[in-house]
């Protein structure tokens, strides 16, 4: 079992608070990421999972077992980087297998362990190659192999994608979230990037502010976000804002009548994509200031009062900039959120 609980976990560095008591429980074989933008502490909860960073207090636990204060090579984890670490002056059959040499393993035991993470990765033609002779994909894929040979108890990866073009990393996705299936490896994945995220984990973190906002599958954080900052950092298009005033538990927009949890002001929130268009007179009257055609679809950017609006419209939809669109909203994905605290006002997130 390769479970972890991270538990009450706090970091401060100095006057700062990197974590405030971050509690966490990812189950053996899942794939978690912890998803938020730069600064919210992300990273430093991966590196005191791998025990690179000290904690200020709190628990870390792999498969029951305390590691809070064990050496990193104790932990029986293997972390891959941003940057793709391989040695140059080593062939990739010798990066792969420099885990396992470090171990004291069997020259049998590295040769099988090595070539069942190159099959794994597709890197078998490569073995005898040194690194500056592979590309930037191939590179990436000898540091997951390498990860993988070892076969640690919990892989903890921090942006390993970033470093790639846009084509390359659509495909890395792939194979990587198809590796990893196959693997079974417990991994905890650090991203700023919300298309990894919702692509790869089976649940994901959103952390802001050094705290986990909302912890919970792909498309719970999408449909259903916890909070406003999640439903505007997820997602692209991000979720729209709208200011309303609820009457006896409902809300009138552009004709339609919403129920509302309770009475007073609330945010409403609907994904671009989550509207059908109307005529003005027959909708919520949005002004639009840019189309910009994306291929697969349309997306139009405009205001309803002071509120900027992003709508995701068929490709085929003939609206240019000035002109004035209704909007019916879809009711069922609809979210509200207290003005206040910015929380959803939804049990279901």
């Known amino acids: 079992m390769a479970g972890i609980v991270i538990d009450r976990i706090a970091k401060s560095f100095g006057s700062v608070t990197a974590l405030q008591e971050v509690s966490l429980e990812i189950a053996d074989g899942e794939f978690v990421a912890l998803l938020g933008p730069s600064g919210c502490g992300k990273t430093t909860l991966l590196r005191i999972m791998a025990g690179l960073e000290s904690r200020s ?95 640690p108890a919990v892989l903890l990866m921090d942006e390993p994608l970033s470093n790639l073009d846009a084509l390359l990393r659509l495909e890395m996705r792939a194979e990587l979230k198809s590796v990893l299936r196959e693997a079974g490896t417990t991994t905890v994945y650090v991203t700023h990037d919300q298309t990894e995220a919702m692509g790869l984990a089976d649940r994901i973190a959103v952390m802001y502010g050094g705290k986990i906002v909302q912890i919970a599958p792909p498309t719970q954080v999408y449909a259903r976000p916890a909070t406003t900052f999640v439903g505007g950092f997820v997602g692209s298009p991000p979720m729209n804002f709208l200011p309303v005033d609820s009457q006896d538990g409902r809300v009138t927009l552009g004709g339609q009548s919403i129920p509302v949890p309770g009475s007073g002001a609330r945010i409403l ?72 605290s910015g929380l959803a006002l939804d049990a279901a997130a």
Do not use: C
């Open 57 to 151: 207090s709190g628990r870390v636990l792999i498969g029951g077992r305390d590691v809070s204060d064990l050496k990193p090579w104790e932990r029986g984890l293997a972390m891959v980087f941003q940057n793709y670490a391989v040695f140059p002056h080593m062939t990739v059959y010798e990066n792969v297998a420099f885990g396992l040499a470090m171990q004291k393993k069997p020259a049998d035991v590295i040769d099988r362990q090595v070539k069942k993470a190159a099959a794994l990765l597709h890197i078998e033609p490569y073995l005898e190659r040194y690194p500056a002779k592979l590309s930037g994909g191939q590179r990436q894929r000898v540091a997951v192999a390498r990860a993988l040979a070892v076969e």
């Open 269 to 340: 929130g609907f994904r671009g994509e989550d509207v059908t268009l109307a005529a003005p007179a027959d909708g919520l009257a949005l002004t639009v200031r840019v189309v910009e055609p994306m291929g697969s679809h349309t997306l139009l950017t405009g205001r309803i009062g002071d509120a900027v609006v992003r709508i995701v419209a068929p490709s085929s939809t003939a609206v240019r900039a000035g002109d004035v669109v209704g909007l019916r909203l879809d009711p069922a994905r609809v979210v509200f959120m207290d003005p206040a």
